[in-house]
Nanobody, 123 residues
Framework: QVQLVESGGGLVQAGGSLRLSCAASGRTFNIIGWFRQAPGKEREFVAAKNWSGGVTYYADSVKGRFTISRDSAQNTVNLRMNSLKPEDTAVYYC??????????????????WGQGTQVTVSS
């Protein structure tokens, strides 16, 4: 059974940085990533990577500002968020699944979800 546990959310001023971490257990997935959901909005794709390689995927809204990476020693996937904007405010969820690349950005394709961590960016 896959378990995902997020950490690292918090409050930051616009222009600041945060790092989210997702501790993953179980190995029935090949893709792991991050989604976010702001109040009153649909959950949207943020970034993902394949667990065993270097391929990464990003939403256009975060390209150049966010970086997803894996820490093999800690068995975690991290999301480094720079140049944060108020519109990045949301609950961020870690998610994992066994997927083909064309499904990476589709939330309904993911089987496993963490509990979420709040990120608030003040203006």
């Amino acid at each position: 059974q896959v378990q995902l546990v997020e950490s690292g959310g918090g409050l930051v001023q616009a222009g600041g940085s945060l790092r989210l971490s997702c501790a993953a257990s179980g190995r029935t997935f090949n893709i792991i990533g991050w989604f976010r959901q702001a109040p009153g909005k649909e959950r949207e794709f943020v970034a993902a990577k394949n667990w065993s390689g270097g391929v990464t995927y990003y939403a256009d809204s975060v390209k150049g500002r966010f970086t997803i990476s894996r820490d093999s020693a800690q068995n975690t996937v991290n999301l480094r968020m720079n140049s944060l904007k108020p519109e990045d405010t949301a609950v961020y969820y870690c998610a994992a699944a066994r997927l083909l690349p064309d499904r990476v950005g589709v939330k309904d394709s993911y089987d496993y979800w963490g509990q979420g961590t709040q990120v608030t960016v003040s203006s």
